[in-house]
């Protein structure tokens, strides 16, 4: 199991937001360029960075600062927030991202994630938010009526490999995992899954690595100190759960 410290930019600084409340934003380190070489110092092989206002207006607002990101770091950074066209992930894929999340785009506009799948396959990654287990989009104040295990189905039918599972409702709570919806997940499709939203402490890393899970993304349990980064990402790659 693979663990991805997570970033997320608003208004260039890295914040945590509380169940996906842009109100609720409280910055959580100096800059990003901090976190994420605090990071790399600790080990850490991948990078989750998001970008909540392009998340919102559906444009590439930190881009800049996402590549400086990865050329300074030089780790696998995967990106998701605001890359709804062909142009966006091109541009990210070509300054030194690893994959990039599509959530609003392989949602509304599926024929973009054919596309995408087509020319960049496996850097290809969705992003499935769900609240009351619907997806929701556009960084999150746009609810669907897709069931979140159906839109699943559909994501791995159009060959994607990995999906990233978030529970909007535990988002930011340090509540742990929702394991139950995790392990539906793990029951209706065969793709590499992460887990994001409510990873509070080692016990939940043991939990996720027991479920089977591909990866495990950690924001606010290491801001807070509740997860020790260094001793998840050891747990990830032994082989003890408990």
Same mark, same amino acid.
Request: glycine share 10%; charged share 25%.
């Given at each position: 199991?693979?663990? %991805?410290?997570?970033?997320?930019?608003?208004?260039? &600084?890295?914040?945590?937001?509380?169940?996906?409340?842009?109100?609720?934003?409280?910055?959580?380190?100096?800059?990003?360029?901090?976190?994420?070489?605090?990071?790399?110092?600790? =080990?850490?092989?991948?990078?989750?960075?998001?970008?909540?206002?392009?998340? &919102?207006?559906?444009?590439?607002?930190?881009?800049?600062?996402?590549?400086?990101?990865?050329?300074?770091? =030089?780790?696998?950074?995967?990106?998701?927030?605001?890359?709804?066209?062909?142009?966006?992930?091109?541009?990210? %894929?070509?300054? #030194?991202?690893?994959?990039?999340?599509? #959530?609003?785009?392989?949602? *509304?506009?599926?024929?973009?994630?054919?596309?995408?799948?087509?020319?960049?396959?496996?850097?290809?990654?969705?992003?499935?938010?769900? &609240?009351?287990?619907?997806?929701?989009?556009? #960084?999150?104040?746009?609810?669907?009526?897709?069931?979140?295990?159906?839109?699943?189905?559909?994501?791995?039918?159009?060959?994607?490999?990995?999906?990233?599972?978030?529970?909007?409702?535990?988002? =930011?709570?340090?509540?742990?995992?929702?394991?139950?919806?995790?392990?539906?997940?793990?029951?209706?499709?065969?793709?590499?899954?992460?887990?994001?939203?409510?990873?509070?402490?080692?016990?939940?890393?043991?939990?996720?690595? *027991?479920?089977?899970?591909? =990866?495990?993304?950690?924001?606010?349990?290491?801001?807070?100190?509740?997860?020790?980064? &260094?001793?998840?990402?050891?747990?990830?790659? #032994?082989?003890?759960?408990?």
């Amino acid at each position: 199991m693979i663990i %991805l410290p997570a970033i997320d930019l608003l208004d260039g &600084k890295p914040v945590r937001l509380y169940q996906g409340n842009y109100e609720s934003q409280v910055q959580v380190s100096p800059s990003a360029q901090q976190s994420a070489q605090y990071f790399n110092d600790l =080990g850490a092989e991948y990078l989750h960075l998001v970008d909540l206002n392009g998340a &919102k207006y559906g444009e590439r607002i930190h881009f800049p600062l996402i590549k400086r990101i990865a050329d300074e770091t =030089g780790m696998k950074v995967e990106v998701g927030g605001g890359i709804r066209t062909m142009e966006d992930i091109e541009a990210y %894929l070509n300054a #030194g991202v690893d994959r990039v999340i599509l #959530g609003t785009a392989a949602l *509304k506009e599926p024929e973009i994630l054919k596309e995408a799948l087509k020319r960049y396959g496996e850097r290809i990654v969705v992003g499935i938010d769900c &609240k009351d287990g619907f997806v929701s989009v556009a #960084g999150w104040l746009d609810d669907s009526k897709v069931n979140y295990l159906d839109f699943a189905k559909q994501m791995e039918q159009l060959g994607v490999k990995t999906i990233i599972f978030t529970d909007i409702s535990k988002d =930011g709570t340090l509540s742990g995992p929702n394991l139950e919806m995790l392990q539906q997940l793990k029951d209706s499709v065969n793709v590499d899954l992460i887990a994001s939203g409510g990873i509070k402490d080692i016990e939940d890393i043991k939990a996720l690595k *027991k479920l089977g899970v591909h =990866g495990a993304i950690v924001g606010k349990s290491i801001y807070a100190k509740t997860l020790d980064l &260094k001793e998840a990402i050891d747990v990830s790659h #032994g082989d003890k759960t408990c």
